[in-house]
């Protein structure tokens, strides 16, 4: 069935905020492709969006850690017209520090956290530029912000995106392509179990609901926003932020090493 609003592709949808996603964007009338390692859970959810809004959902198993799976996702973006949006959704954290961990487990946060939404965002991108049109959500975190606060491989990781976002939607946005970097605080999903945590550790006042999130960034969707941070009560802070950091620019490249360095 086509729609006029298209298709949204939407990476890690089984369950917590790519769930809420693909319930949101259905009632809106986008066709969706759910994108995850747990088919049955995509099944179900499927199912019962099928049932209740009419639309059309097609699940795809993979695991964006695997080659194979990126590229066939990849070339999907890149080859289906159909598709309009895409929600870079997956990733996860790590039980315990960058020093409490081994290469495969670093080299799997990487691959799923930066690698896979990088090339997705590319193959997207493309198509979304060729035609005129089309929109990228990333899910970063506003541990891009705070990277003191807990991990720094993680909080680097929402950095990127946070950086890949911001340069990709100043670069594009003239050819038709819209980039927001959605920035959740703590959020009540499976990440905290799969990674070891326990989120109610957490005083309740700190930790958002996934339906919660997922409402107010649409609502940042809807205005045009590069960057969503739904938590954050007082807009002029990260303003503020943003105008410090812009003009720090002009100065961040000169033949002249700073006063402030010169020898004694």
Do not use: C, H
């Not at 590319?122 to 891009?144: E, Q, T």
């Not at 003191?148 to 976002?165: C, P, Q, R, V």
């Amino acid at each position: 069935m086509s729609t006029p609003l298209g298709t949204a592709l939407i990476t890690g949808a089984s369950t917590g905020i790519g769930a809420v996603y693909a319930d949101r964007l259905a009632r809106r009338g986008y066709n969706l492709i759910l994108v995850a390692r747990d088919a049955a859970r995509m099944e179900t959810l499927a199912g019962r969006l099928r049932a209740e809004t009419g639309v059309t959902v097609e699940v795809l198993r993979a695991d964006l850690t695997a080659d194979a799976d990126l590229t066939a996702i990849s070339e999907r973006l890149a080859g289906d017209a159909a598709i309009t949006l895409l929600v870079n959704n997956a990733g996860m954290s790590l039980n315990g520090s960058l020093l409490e961990n081994g290469p495969e487990k670093i080299r799997q946060l990487l691959a799923l956290n930066i690698t896979a939404p990088t090339l997705l965002q590319a193959a997207a991108g493309k198509a979304f530029v060729a035609r005129g049109k089309g929109a990228v959500i990333n899910i970063a975190s506003a541990l891009a912000f705070a990277p003191e606060m807990f991990d720094a491989i993680y909080s680097g990781t929402k950095a990127f995106l946070l950086n890949l976002s911001i340069g990709s939607a100043a670069q594009w946005k003239d050819k038709g392509l819209y980039v927001q970097a959605v920035l959740p605080g703590a959020t009540r999903t499976e990440i905290w179990e799969r990674s070891g945590k326990d989120v109610d550790a957490f005083p309740p006042e700190m930790v958002m609901s996934a339906d919660d999130l997922v409402d107010a960034a649409l609502v940042g969707f809807d205005r045009g926003e590069t960057v969503t941070i739904p938590p954050l009560p007082d807009e002029g802070q990260y303003d503020a932020l943003n105008e410090a950091r812009a003009a720090m620019g002009p100065n961040l490249s000169k033949r002249d090493v700073a006063e402030r360095y010169r020898a004694a």
